[in-house]
């Protein structure tokens, strides 16, 4: 398994007051983590959506009652602070590739529930679906009253409203070369002493104790793991208890924002296990984030609030028996490669109240908008079922129908993500400011069935995103991208890469980046010093990006480095002084000669 696209948690960068991590084998690139959750982008839309379903049921008397419930959803965006941290990277003297952290999902907790009188339900640690690289989306199905709560708390206002995430991605885990050898079952024995019989543990305490004390927990270490230091040590043992034995979570609400491990006793029965403390695996770990849900819409008055946030629907009426079932996808909207997808549900039967099995299907558009599909059960039957998804995508010419895995459910609201279809969802987004620059041809390629396989779409303003669907039988998956100045029409290529989710910026393509020039003055007359101004060829007019070099006799030679902010403008201009013309625009490749004689009197002291 390539594990190309990941962070190596072995490999810190300090960069200003954040850390980025080494991509694993992968030389000068590193994954920056984002540093908050922003209220999401929606185009044409509000971040903040609460859907009010109402629909009337009969009843077996012949009366009936009007049923309501809603679906609130949040949509966040990661920000990762990319051009700040690769100007302290820069400045720093860090020549290093940034790209973002890739994030697999992770927990909402809002704030100020009770001050606020928001729904109890909303005090609940909140699943975060990932959409794509840098949105992810919560959807919480209300019931009347929790909806009615909510609705008076828009008419009030908002504004106090902020919350903690948790974001869980995975990297390759510390890695030490030493062996550990331990019983499972005395290891949960010693956390359950730890933390007082529970099955969980604060994450910082038991890396305290791995530190301080890792007898006391039974693990057998060598005498030599002396030389290593402990705290590495602790993070490689961590790390593999959070792949292998326990489940990282977010801690309590009672408690400081942090992290618990939570045990899966089933997998830590007695016996002995050895951990290869050297080989390398995946381990998950989790990011402590401030959230905005509200951005925007915390400058609206309360009245126009409401009205941004609530769209109501009327569900057709049912007769006794009939549930309603609701489903939403949480989906990219641009899939290349699908035809057409669906969710079939499918209800077995259960005699003698209903003795046939019955089935339903929604088709999973792009859109945010929930889809009620009817069931008609037996009066008293509580609700259960099965779902699987579909999608029919072009092989050879042809269509094919790819099924995802048979789940089960019990719950009134269904949401479909990513993984639940038999098929990779790789999202692949382009910074907008970029895509005013230039667009973009993206390629998924690699071999399927013995043959070649690719799928390719266009980047531009208008279609900032878009998401390949490779079948999980596709071998040696990859990505590559030209991007295609608008102005000129000049071409920057992106090398090869992996497949897995990628976010395209001027520094993905060839022509960005730090570059370095060589400069020497040749004294051919009798000046002692010569000066001149230098900055990158769209800096000109920034005084923090341009620089005064000097050259002396005893100094000729000097070195200048910048940071080049567009694979379509590396290059640099230069001038004598400030009175002097700048140069046309010229390329790095090739030192810079001058001479002395050639300077402007300004420029040279005798």
């Known amino acids: 398994m390539s594990f190309a696209t990941r962070p190596d948690w072995r490999s810190p960068l300090p960069i200003a007051q954040r850390i980025a991590y080494a991509a694993y084998d992968q030389p000068g690139r590193f994954l920056l983590p984002p540093q908050a959750l922003a209220a999401g982008r929606v185009e044409g839309g509000s971040p903040l959506r609460l859907d009010i379903v109402q629909q009337n049921r009969p009843d077996q008397a012949g009366g009936g009652t009007l049923a309501r419930y809603s679906i609130l959803s949040l949509a966040f965006a990661a920000d990762f602070g990319l051009d700040a941290a690769r100007q302290a990277a820069f400045e720093l003297g860090q020549r290093v590739q940034l790209a973002p952290l890739p994030v697999e999902g992770g927990w909402l ?3 100020a529930v009770q001050a606020l009188d928001l729904p109890p339900a909303l005090e609940e640690l909140l699943p975060l679906d ?3 690289l840098s949105a992810l989306n919560l959807a919480v199905r209300l019931d009347s009253a929790a909806t009615d709560l909510f609705v008076a708390a828009l008419q009030r206002g908002l504004l106090a409203v902020g919350a903690s995430a948790w974001l869980r991605v995975r990297g390759v885990a510390e890695r030490v070369p030493l062996s550990l050898t331990f019983d499972p079952a005395a290891l949960l024995a010693a956390v359950r002493g730890l ?8 994450a910082a305490l038991l890396r305290q104790r791995l530190t301080d004390a890792p007898q006391l927990l039974g693990l057998g270490l060598p005498e030599r793991s002396g030389d290593i230091p402990a705290s590495v040590l602790a993070d490689a043992v961590l790390d593999r208890i959070a792949a292998r034995l326990a489940a990282p979570k977010p801690s309590p609400a ?12 089933a997998a830590m029965a007695p016996g002995r296990v050895q951990w290869n403390l050297a080989d390398a695996l995946l381990a998950p770990r989790l990011l402590i984030l401030e959230a905005d849900p509200l951005g925007p819409l915390r400058t609206l008055p309360a009245g126009e ?6 769209r109501r629907f009327d569900a057709r009426a049912l007769a006794s028996g009939w549930r309603s079932l609701s489903v939403r996808a949480n989906l990219p909207e641009r899939r290349i490669g699908v035809m057409t997808s669906q969710v079939d549900i499918q209800v077995p039967a259960r005699p003698p109240a209903r003795m046939t099995t019955l089935k339903a299907s929604a088709s999973l558009a792009a859109s945010d908008k929930p889809v ?3 069931l008609r059960l037996s009066p008293s039957e509580p609700l259960a079922y099965q779902w699987q998804t579909s999608a029919v995508v072009l092989s050879d010419g042809r269509a094919e129908t790819l099924k995802g895995p048979l789940r089960s459910g019990e719950r009134e609201h269904l949401l479909v993500g990513p993984d639940d279809f038999g098929l990779r969802l790789l ?3 382009a910074e907008p400011a970029f895509l005013q620059q230039a667009d973009i041809e993206v390629e998924c390629f690699g071999t399927r069935k013995g043959k070649p396989w690719s799928a390719r779409g266009p980047l531009d303003a208008a279609r900032p995103a878009l998401t390949f669907a490779v079948p999980f039988d596709v071998d040696d998956a990859q990505i590559r991208a030209v991007a295609r100045a608008r102005d000129g029409g000049a071409q920057r290529s992106m090398p090869p890469q992996p497949a897995d989710g990628l976010r395209l910026d001027a520094f993905s393509f060839d022509g960005s980046g730090s570059r370095e020039l060589a400069l020497q003055c040749e004294f051919d007359d009798d000046a002692r010093q010569c000066a001149i101004e230098i900055a990158p060829e769209d800096g000109i007019d920034d005084p923090l990006r341009r620089k005064r070099l000097s050259f002396t006799r005893a100094r000729p030679r000097q070195d200048w480095g910048w940071l080049a902010l567009s694979p379509f403008r590396g290059g640099y201009r230069w001038r004598w002084n400030a009175q002097a013309p700048w140069s046309p625009v010229l390329q790095p490749d090739a030192p810079l000669r001058l001479r002395s004689s050639e300077a402007a009197p300004a420029a040279t002291t005798g």
């Open 109 to 111: 907790r809002l704030n």
């Open 130 to 132: 990932a959409a794509s």
């Open 195 to 202: 933390s007082g019989g529970a099955d969980e543990i604060d």
């Open 254 to 265: 009672d408690a400081a924002p942090g992290v618990r491990l939570v045990f899966d006793p």
């Open 305 to 310: 609030l409401h009205d941004k946030v609530v």
């Open 372 to 374: 009620a599909l009817e």
């Open 427 to 429: 999202p692949v987004e």
